[in-house]
């Protein structure tokens, strides 16, 4: 290739790295994530990051210890201890802000409250909350008028079932969505001052609720998730338990995390599956599929489009060498999409063999909710498929101006 060529090359996915920063390009990202897998697969941008989009190399990029999460150090080496909004206060002490060994300690620890078993034993529970959300959007559709599928059950899926994991009453649980999509702002490549605002907002009010909470549950513990982590946890700092920041944050970060990602999923995937009816009849006539078709609503729209990660030693990515300090942006949302590893990536088809998106990230950061999230999408399919086979979209799907969180904030349907 001349040096001419590849200037045009490299040309074109700047321009593709910076469309992803504007609003046209963050409602359908996949042609432009396209043009960076095939141009420039770790592209270093005029804004600081390297932005990686193809599967093998996204795939590297959240399981090899060369690259790190951007941690309490990095954050006060970067920006100067003064810079910490209450936004990072609120979750720097979690999972998702700490790299190893700390985050080996803790990720240990709150499995134990997190155990599979726990979570099997949650099947009952969100089996009983979609059916009740599905009844009532029977009965809001009965006479044939137009629902919003978000509102009336996406978004308050995830509300019930982490609410019934926090054990908290069910009017505490309304403030759990604004909270946690105030917070997700801060996980976009570009904020305005009023969404880091926003975000500060819900995280002190969020300190505030769970500090109250964890207090009243040591003093009265149940059978819940705050509970069992409260078990693994240490009033003290020091010794090997959790401490109590990391107790606030990790509890913060299941919310955080949990909540819009399922949302999105649920919204994300019957939108695909109204596109093409003969798909929602096969999963009626056989339920069974519902795993499948969740896999691949994972990998056609994932509710996690990218995640971030600074490299810690030296090394080469897709023919870039890296220096520690570098940021990488990881594109799962463009890996998912990647014919390098999937067989016609542009078609939507739960029957593909050997489906494993990245949407859930890989290696020590894994997403702790999968199989909760699997399960509550999984039962929700399955019974919407069966429950309304009439089921249509009666308008157009309105998707929200996020790159970073895929979704949707209204999807008109009828079920009559
Ligand atoms: C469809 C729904 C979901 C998606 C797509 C999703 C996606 C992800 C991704 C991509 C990561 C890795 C982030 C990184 O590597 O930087 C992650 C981590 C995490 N997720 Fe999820 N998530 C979902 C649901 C949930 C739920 C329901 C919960 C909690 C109940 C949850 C809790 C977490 C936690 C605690 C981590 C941090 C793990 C660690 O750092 O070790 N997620 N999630």
């Given amino acids: 290739m001349s040096e001419v060529d590849e200037m045009v090359l490299t040309y074109a996915a700047k321009r593709a790295s910076r469309a992803l920063l504007t609003t046209p390009g963050r409602l359908d990202p996949y042609p432009h994530y396209a043009v960076l897998r095939d141009h420039e697969p770790a592209l270093d941008t005029d804004t600081g990051w390297v932005m990686v989009s193809r599967y093998a190399d996204c795939d590297r990029v959240v399981r090899d210890a060369d690259f790190r999460v951007g941690d309490r150090e990095w954050y006060a080496a970067t920006f100067g201890d003064e810079a910490l909004r209450d936004s990072s206060r609120l979750t720097q002490d979690s999972m998702l802000f ?3 060994p700390r985050h080996e300690r803790m990720r240990k620890l709150v ?20 059916t009740q959300l599905l009844d009532e959007l029977a009965d809001a559709g009965a006479d044939g008028s137009t629902v919003d599928f978000n509102t009336a059950f996406a978004y308050r899926l995830p509300m019930s079932v982490i609410g019934d994991m926090f054990g908290v009453p069910e009017q505490d649980r309304a403030q759990f969505g ?38 009243h549950r040591r ?12 078990e693994v946890s240490n009033a003290d700092t020091g010794d090997d338990r959790l401490s109590p920041e990391e107790l606030l944050s990790n509890i913060a970060l299941v919310l955080v995390n949990g909540f819009a990602t399922t949302n999105d999923l649920a919204s994300n995937g019957l939108a695909l599956l109204l596109e093409q009816p003969q798909l929602l009849d096969r999963l009626r006539a056989d339920p069974g599929l519902s795993p499948a078709y969740v896999e691949e609503v994972l990998r056609f729209e994932s509710p996690v489009q990218l995640v971030m990660r600074v490299v810690g030693a030296p ?21 998912n999409r990647d014919e390098r590893r999937f067989d016609r990536p542009e078609v939507f088809d739960p029957a593909r063999a050997n489906n494993q998106p990245l949407s859930f990230g890989a290696g020590p950061h894994f997403c702790f909710g999968a199989a909760l999230a699997r399960l509550e999408a999984r039962i929700a399919f399955a019974d919407l498929a069966r429950r309304f086979p009439r089921i249509a979209q009666a308008g157009p799907a309105v998707r929200r101006d996020r790159l970073t969180l895929r979704g949707l904030s209204e999807l008109p349907i009828t079920i009559a």
């Avoid at 599979?116 to 089996?127: G, L, T």
């Avoid at 999509?181 to 009023?194: G, K, V």
């Avoid at 090394?315 to 463009?334: F, K, N, Y």
């Fill in 98 to 100: 700490t790299n190893p």
């Fill in 315 to 335: 090394t080469e990515l897709g023919g870039v060498s890296l220096a520690p300090g570098h940021l990488v942006v990881a594109l799962l949302g463009a890996a």
């Fill in 111 to 130: 499995s134990w409250a997190f155990t599979p078993r726990r979570v099997a034993a949650m099947h009952a529970s969100v089996q009983a909350r979609v």
């Fill in 219 to 230: 003093r009265a513990p149940a059978d819940d998730l705050i509970s069992g982590l409260i």
């Fill in 178 to 215: 604004p909270w946690a999509f105030d917070l997700d702002a801060t996980l976009e490549l570009t904020q305005t001052r009023q969404d880091l605002d926003r975000a500060d907002t819900a995280a002190a009010a969020m300190m505030d609720y769970f500090t109250e909470l964890i207090a």
